[in-house]
């Protein structure tokens, strides 16, 4: 992209950073003439003056054009000469949360600019307002980071009167006097226009749209084109828009308003994207305004070579329908503001004939007074038209014909849109046979789009519709069958359900609508009509087939859905070292437990199952050590199928003791360290001498030895030492033994 050649470092900084330039008086050096020479050729070479090579020569070379249907955004224009920055600010917010997934990505800044002076080294203005703290590039950035796009408002063929009385302003890369490309004697408002036959005006008019283009707009609204056809001629208007269009290529949509349209938009078919086919919104009139600016005002005047085309977007939209769709150009009704007043009818009419047109959809309402009015924007079915670049096409190009009032075209998928409207104060019948105004025969299945429902199928239609109203059609031939859902409730978990089960059917069919839905409960079982939900209350796994058509004769494939019902709790079994585990069993406290918990469930199947002794998790095969442990502990078990049935069993056992199960413990406490020193020999003498008694039979002699073996267990322990794990466990033990 090509920079504008400036030896003013300040203002050449200015223009690549975004700042605002200094405006007024600023002195400006001058090069050499080789210099300039030299810049000039830069200046051509970066696209700045001649075409650039991936740039595109015509409009219907570029992607958008491409399209074939307008733009979707929101205007500033209803806003006047109060716009400020914090409202521009709060729409852009309000546009990217509220519409921006609906298809809307521009936001358009419009007209009062003509007090406007600041600008850049190359005469180029730099910002909507000399107010404004920011400029095009900062709006530029701050709209795309909301991932929308920029639109602005500016006339290549301006230049503001102040800017050119300054003699030492020179065109981008040349030594050219902006003055020198303007006449006195042509002037609108604060700005001259400038002749295109001059030298300079060339390098003028490519170097503003690269410009926008350098900063960060997306689109370019252009206005008052027609002052240039008056003061030059219509060959003089043709250059501007060929020169516009080889600088703007495939980067910048240029969109022309107030021109003439010279042999029927000839040139502006050849190389604007978007052309006004109808004279402004107006703001300023007593009459209701929606339908003011859509059919009442000054009806049945279209023509050519002049400004306006037609006074209304219906009389704009018929005449210029010929010049409209991909390859051509976007014909455009301007922006609607529904909060201004009118009938629910009529605001669906504009909304229906905009898309219908491909015009632009653009909102001139704005976050402070749109109200309920958004409905009308926020047409999915609708909007789809444009995001598919749909464009229409009347039955009559005769503004007065009633026929100009049906509207039809088609959707990239072959569907066809049809569009009865009424302009008139009376209902009127409006008629569409397929076969003879759409070319199809046999039966198709019609929908409403501003509804959503189904009219059934047919072979045409035809409706009186209200006064300024419309019926919105979509046509198409219905291949596809229902989808039917089915809901659970309560709602399954894991599959499963513990209480009875209603069943409810849903069917969706947008196209030609559902004929009805039928079930059954066994594969071999005669289909039943559904009507209401279905009740299953038995235990066990039921399969629910079922299956819609539609009024097309589409019959979905048979879909089956599993209710499953388990009531039942599960149940379980617990081994302890193998064995069966007996509720109360007494275990001695030198014995190590290993129990395995295994839960089952006859339908649903075990989601879980835990055990815990003494509110402690216990790990399922694990030991489980009893010394420490005398007297009784509690055991819970908890098991939990699929369906959510819990099952939870208290049980009990006892830890005891005896003098077998301490001598074990003692000698086990030996071999594991915890007891240790010069006494062990003496102690498992002492140990064997009880275990003789008891292997007797003699318990009463063997009790005898355990004073002495707790005397010893006491020792000092530099000669025995005894960890306290173990002297807890083996004091508590001969205590609970000498005291039986």
Not at 139 to 158: Q, T
Not at 268 to 296: F, G
Not at 404 to 421: A, N
Not at 592 to 616: C, H, N, W
Request: proline share 4%.
């Amino acid at each position: 992209m090509g920079v504008p050649a400036s030896t003013d470092s300040m203002d050449k900084q200015a223009f690549y950073d975004g700042r605002r330039a200094p405006a007024m008086n600023k002195t400006r050096k001058t090069g050499s003439v080789i210099m300039r020479a030299v810049l000039a050729l830069i200046l051509a070479s970066s696209g700045w003056v001649t075409c650039t090579p991936d740039s595109k020569a015509y409009a219907a070379d570029t992607a958008f054009n491409q399209k074939g249907s307008g733009i979707m955004g929101w205007h500033a224009t209803p806003y006047g000469g109060s716009f400020t920055e914090e409202k521009m600010k709060a729409n852009v917010d309000w546009l990217a949360e509220r519409f921006k997934d609906y298809g809307y990505e521009y936001v358009c800044i419009d007209g009062w600019v003509g007090d406007s002076t600041l600008h850049n080294a190359d005469g180029y203005i730099t910002t909507y307002k000399n107010d404004w703290q920011h400029d095009w590039k900062y709006w530029a950035d701050y709209v795309h980071s909301k991932g929308l796009k920029l639109g602005i408002y500016y006339n290549p063929s301006w230049v503001h009167k102040s800017i050119a009385d300054d003699a030492t302003n020179k065109i981008a890369g040349t030594d050219i006097p902006i003055q020198s490309i303007t006449d006195p004697a042509h002037i609108h408002q604060t700005r001259y226009i400038i002749d295109p036959g001059k030298p300079g005006a060339e390098q003028y008019v490519k170097g503003m749209i690269r410009y926008y283009i350098s900063v960060g707009v997306d689109l370019l609204k252009i206005d008052f084109l027609r002052y240039v056809d008056d003061a030059y001629g219509p060959e003089a208007t043709t250059t501007l828009y060929r020169w516009m269009r080889e600088a703007a290529g495939d980067e910048l949509i240029l969109y022309y308003a107030n021109e003439k349209n010279r042999n029927h938009a000839q040139d502006e078919v050849k190389y604007a994207d978007i052309i006004r086919a109808s004279e402004d919104w107006r703001t300023n009139t007593d009459q209701p305004r929606v339908w003011y600016h859509t059919s009442m005002r000054n009806r049945g005047q279209a023509k050519d070579d002049i400004w306006p085309p037609a006074y209304n977007i219906f009389d704009g939209f018929i005449w210029l329908s010929d010049v409209s769709g991909k390859g051509k150009v976007v014909i455009d009704g301007d922006f609607s503001v529904m909060s201004s007043g009118g009938t629910d009818a009529e605001k669906k009419t504009r909304i229906s004939l905009l898309a219908m047109a491909g015009s632009s959809i653009n909102i001139g309402d704005n976050y402070g007074n749109i109200g309920q009015n958004d409905v009308y924007y926020k047409n999915r079915e609708i909007i789809d038209m444009n995001r598919k670049g749909f464009v229409g096409k009347p039955l009559s190009r005769d503004v007065n014909d009633p026929l100009s009032q049906i509207w039809k075209g088609q959707m990239p998928d072959g569907t066809w849109i049809v569009g009865l409207f009424n302009r008139e104060d009376t209902p009127q019948t409006r008629t569409i046979d397929f076969q003879r105004d759409l070319g199809i025969n046999g039966m198709y299945t019609v929908s409403d789009m501003w509804s959503h429902t189904a009219l059934g199928i047919m072979s045409s239609y035809s409706e009186e519709v209200e006064p300024h109203g419309v019926r919105l059609l979509k046509i198409s031939l219905d291949v596809t069958p229902p989808i039917t859902t089915a809901r659970l409730e309560p709602a399954a978990q894991n599959g499963w359900n513990r209480s009875d089960v209603s069943v409810t059917l849903t069917v969706y069919d947008d196209v030609s609508g559902a004929a009805g839905t039928e079930y059954r409960l066994k594969p071999d079982d005669e289909w039943i009509k559904y009507t209401v939900p279905i009740l299953f209350q038995s235990e066990g796994v039921h399969s629910l087939q079922f299956r819609s058509s539609d009024t097309a004769g589409n019959v979905e494939r048979t879909k089956e859905q599993p209710v499953q019902i388990d009531r039942t709790p599960p149940d379980y079994t617990l081994k302890v070292n193998g064995n069966d585990f007996a509720d109360g069993t007494e275990y001695k406290d030198d014995q190590i437990l290993r129990f395995e918990l295994a839960a089952k469930d006859a339908l649903s199947g075990v989601a879980a199952q835990s055990m815990t002794i003494d509110g402690q998790p216990y790990t399922n095969g694990s030991g489980y050590e009893l010394a420490g442990k005398l007297g009784t502990r509690h055991v819970m078990i908890t098991a939990v199928d699929l369906a959510g049935n819990t099952i939870e069993h208290s049980l009990q056992f006892k830890v005891g003791t005896d003098i077998r199960s301490l001598v074990n413990l003692i000698n086990r406490y030996i071999d594991s360290g915890d007891i240790k020193g010069a006494l062990v020999p003496l102690i498992q003498n002492l140990l064997d001498k009880i275990t003789e008694q008891l292997d007797k039979g003699l318990g009463k002699e063997a009790s005898k030895l355990l004073p002495e073996l707790l005397d010893r267990l006491n020792v000092h322990p530099k000669l025995l030492e005894v960890s306290d794990r173990a002297k807890t466990v083996l004091t508590t033990d001969l205590q609970a033994i000498l005291a039986k």
